[in-house]
C-alpha cells in the first residue's frame, strides 16, 4: 500500500512538517471535490530558508535548484495537510515557480527544474506536469525560489 | 438571507462598481459549472489608485495592505460582475497577489494580509483560502498592489 | 467542420510546431476530464525570440504585442498537443501574462492585449477571458513576454 510514501523512503526524504501560514490563509485547499490549491511556498527547512540571494548574483544555478527541490518537498508537505494520504494523487496538474533574479539573469527554468524533477522522481507519470518559470526582483523574506502548486486526486 | 450582503452593510463596506476592463477580456469568467476565476485587480477606487509608488520606498506596510483590500474588494465587484448573489460562494479558493517592491523588500505576505483578513471577516471559514505572495518591480499603471482570485460557488 | 481551423486559416495563422519543455514537464495538461493547463510561453518563433529586451527601454509598444501574440500562438500550440482539435474549446478560461519591464513601464495591459484581441479574433465568444497583466524585471532566457492559460472543453 502506501506506494508514495514508500517510494519517499527509498528516496531517502523526509517530507517537512506543515508550513504555518503567516496569517488567514491555508497551507492548501481543496476544491470541487477532487483539485487541491497549495499556497506558494519558500525554501525553508527547519525553520530557516536553505540560501538567501539571487540567481544571477549570490547564488548559482545549482543552488537555485536545491532551492526549488525544498520548495516543491514544503509543497508537498502542504498538499499533505488537505489529502493525509499520497496515493490519492491522480495528477500533479501545474507548478508555477518565480525566481529572485539578478539583472541580466534568464535561467529560471534550469532553476525551477529541481522543483520538477522531484515531482516526476516520487510521482512517476502521475508527476508530469505543465508548468511556469518566471523570475522577479524580490520574493517574501529574501527566498530565492516560491513555488505555488494544483493537484488532482483520484476521484472516490 | 442576503447573508454575505448583510455582512458587507454591517462592516460598512460597499462593493465598487464593477472594474471596466481595459482590453478584450472580462472582469470574471465562470467555467466547469461552478468555478469563477477572478481577473487581475488594482487598488483603484472611484477611478484613481488609492496610493502609487512601492513597498520598502514610498509606502509604508500600513498603506500597502489598505491597497491590498481595495484591490480585493474590487475583486468582489469582479465576481459579482458573473454571479450576481455572494450568497452563491462556496469556497474562496485561491488568492494571488503581487506587490510592486523597492530593493529589498520582503514583506509582501504582510502587505497581501490585507486582501486575506478582509476575506475571513466578510465570508467567515468560507472565505480561508490558498495563497502566494510574490513582489515584482513593476506593476500596471503603477498600482503598488495587484490581485487575483479563484472561487468555488455552491452546486445547485 | 473544423471551424477553428478554417478562422485560423482565413486570419493567415499558422499554429507553430508544439514547443519542447526544456525539463521533465509537459507543453500542456488536461484535468478534470474537461480542462487544460497550458504551460507558459515565451515569444519564439522557428526557435527565436521574436525581440529581446524590455518595455520601457529597448521596445515599444507595438513590439510587446506582437510578442503577446506569438507567445499566445505559442500556447495554442500547447494546447493543440493535449486536445487535438481546437473545436474541442469550450471556453478560454484564464490567460495570465507577464512582461519584462525596465523601471517606470505600467503599460503592461497595453502589452497583454495583443494575446487577449488574438483569442477573442479565433475564438469568437468562446474566446473572451478573464486575466491578469503583471510586470516583472526579468523573464526565462530574456523573453520580453511571457504568457499561460488555462482552457475549458466541451464535455462529450
Same mark, same amino acid.
Given at each position: ?6 517510494r /519517499?523512503k527509498?528516496?531517502?526524504? #523526509?517530507?517537512? &512538517? ?7 490563509y491555508l497551507?492548501?485547499v481543496?476544491?470541487d471535490?477532487?483539485m487541491?490549491?497549495?499556497s506558494?511556498q *519558500?525554501?525553508r527547512?527547519?525553520g530557516?530558508?536553505?540560501? &538567501?540571494?539571487? @540567481? ?5 544555478i545549482e #543552488?537555485?535548484?536545491e532551492c526549488a527541490?525544498?520548495? =516543491?518537498l514544503n509543497? @508537498?508537505a502542504?498538499l499533505k495537510?488537505? =489529502?493525509? *494520504?499520497f496515493d +490519492?494523487?491522480e +495528477?500533479?496538474v ?5 525566481v ?5 539573469f534568464?535561467g #529560471? ?5 529541481g522543483?520538477?524533477e522531484l ?5 512517476? *507519470? +502521475?508527476g508530469r506536469?505543465? +508548468?511556469?518559470? @518566471?523570475g522577479t526582483? &524580490? /520574493?517574501?523574506?529574501g527566498?530565492p525560489?516560491? =513555488?505555488?502548486m494544483?493537484v488532482e486526486l483520484?476521484? &472516490?
Amino acid at each position: 500500500m502506501a506506494k508514495i510514501e514508500n517510494r /519517499l523512503k527509498e528516496m531517502g526524504i #523526509q517530507i517537512p &512538517e506543515t508550513p504555518v501560514p503567516v496569517a488567514e490563509y491555508l497551507p492548501s485547499v481543496m476544491f470541487d471535490g477532487n483539485m487541491v490549491y497549495v499556497s506558494g511556498q *519558500d525554501c525553508r527547512k527547519n525553520g530557516k530558508l536553505l540560501y &538567501e540571494g539571487k @540567481l544571477g548574483a549570490e547564488l548559482s544555478i545549482e #543552488q537555485g535548484k536545491e532551492c526549488a527541490r525544498q520548495s =516543491i518537498l514544503n509543497c @508537498l508537505a502542504a498538499l499533505k495537510y488537505t =489529502i493525509g *494520504d499520497f496515493d +490519492r494523487v491522480e +495528477r500533479i496538474v501545474k507548478v508555477l515557480g518565480f525566481v529572485a533574479s539578478a539583472p541580466g539573469f534568464g535561467g #529560471q527554468p534550469y532553476v525551477i527544474n529541481g522543483a520538477s524533477e522531484l515531482l516526476t522522481e516520487v510521482f512517476g *507519470d +502521475r508527476g508530469r506536469h505543465a +508548468r511556469a518559470a @518566471l523570475g522577479t526582483n &524580490e /520574493l517574501p523574506f529574501g527566498t530565492p525560489v516560491e =513555488i505555488e502548486m494544483i493537484v488532482e486526486l483520484k476521484k &472516490e
